[in-house]
């Protein structure tokens, strides 16, 4: 199956929309605000546009459903779309409330759980009709040939999985490029898992995602031109994780995706510490504003994520075909 032609054509087609993007952003004042308890070298970003997650996902979304017409593993590929329409609705509308109505919150907290809780067990709802899911209720445990029998309980581990990985690397878009790189990385390592497992409808779409991001990726770099904003991250971080789930290689993602989740973490440890003890663990999380406060610059600290992503991405990689 060839992959190659997919991403090309959604290459293309981000790195044209991205330019065509930008200056309507800008007449309609879809400009980033920038929160003022983040570092103070952040504040020199306010005012560029954001909400460029519309660019890659619209991308992915048009060649994707180009491709169902000459692929025949095509339930997958259509399921995927759906989480990515779902997640990437949850974060327009939080987008779309904190650039136009001006409300730096969004969607609360609770809001945006319900809705992923949502889009989660209607991913499950429907990988069950097709399927999809019905054999594969044990977790893979790396380094082992054991597994986890979850049985009904899998439901529960999908719906943590998934809404834990969106908010995962909706935490790490702090820096210019940076989610977007890890992304590329991540979606990269699962084609080629998808392709050992002759999962071809996977890694098609695994494919084009990988095309779309580098096309947007050209714009999102240092010096960023356009943020993906929550529309994108949120649909990248659950895209990855139901990528994981329908590959059976789940807990591959604590490899694949170690940055995310070393991200997340320590968001939660600065908050735990902080209401115990009254002391902070970091300077700043998430993690990469640690590194800033600490004197790195910001492109630094995007290629020294980017080489750790690369390096336990193939650990992923070797554990997903072995």
Same mark, same amino acid.
């Given at each position: ?6 991403? =090309?054509?959604a290459?293309?087609l ?14 309609m ?27 890659? *996902? ?51 907290s ?19 009709? =097709? ?5 594969? $209720? ?6 082992? #040939? ?14 943590? !999985? ?10 790490? #878009?702090?820096? #210019? ?9 991540a ?22 995602l990988?095309g ?17 904003? #929550? $529309? ?9 994780? $139901? ?10 993602? *604590?490899?694949?995706? *170690? ?5 997340? *973490? ?29 004197? !790195?610059?910001? !492109? ?5 994520? !980017?080489?750790?992503? =690369? ?12």
């Amino acid at each position: 199956m060839q992959t190659f032609p997919y991403a =090309l054509a959604a290459f293309i087609l981000t790195a044209i929309l991205v330019p065509l993007f930008i200056p309507l952003l800008k007449r309609m004042k879809f400009g980033q605000s920038i929160r003022t308890e983040g570092p103070q070298s952040h504040m020199k970003k306010s005012g560029t546009p954001t909400m460029g997650g519309l660019t890659f *996902l619209i991308s992915t979304l048009v060649i994707s459903l180009i491709a169902l017409l000459f692929v025949e593993d095509r339930g997958p590929i259509m399921l995927l779309m759906l989480v990515t329409l779902g997640f990437g609705l949850i974060g327009f509308v939080d987008d779309y409330i904190i650039v136009v109505k001006k409300n730096n919150q969004g969607l609360t907290s609770r809001q945006k759980f319900l809705f992923q809780i949502l889009i989660a067990v209607l991913f499950y709802i429907v990988s069950k009709s =097709l399927g999809l899911l019905a054999l594969n $209720t044990t977790i893979n445990l790396p380094f082992t #040939d054991m597994g986890i029998p979850l049985g009904l309980f899998y439901i529960v581990f999908i719906v943590f !999985w998934q809404v834990g990985f969106s908010n995962a690397v909706n935490l790490t #878009d702090g820096l #210019d490029g940076l989610a977007t790189g890890l992304s590329i990385i991540a979606f990269s390592c699962y084609a080629v898992i998808a392709m050992y497992q002759q999962a071809f409808g996977i890694g098609v779409f695994t494919m084009i995602l990988v095309g779309s991001l580098c096309g947007f990726l050209i714009y999102n770099k240092y010096k960023a031109k356009l943020f993906m904003g #929550d $529309t994108g991250s949120l649909a990248l971080g659950g895209v990855i994780a $139901t990528v994981s789930i329908m590959l059976n290689q789940e807990l591959t993602l *604590l490899f694949i995706g *170690l940055v995310f989740v070393l991200e997340t *973490l320590s968001v939660m440890l600065q908050v735990t510490s902080f209401k115990l003890t009254g002391k902070r663990i970091f300077r700043m999380s998430p993690l990469h504003h640690h590194f800033e406060l600490g004197g !790195w610059s910001e !492109w630094k600290i995007v290629i020294v994520f !980017w080489l750790a992503g =690369l390096i336990t991405g193939a650990v992923g990689i070797y554990l997903g075909v072995n």
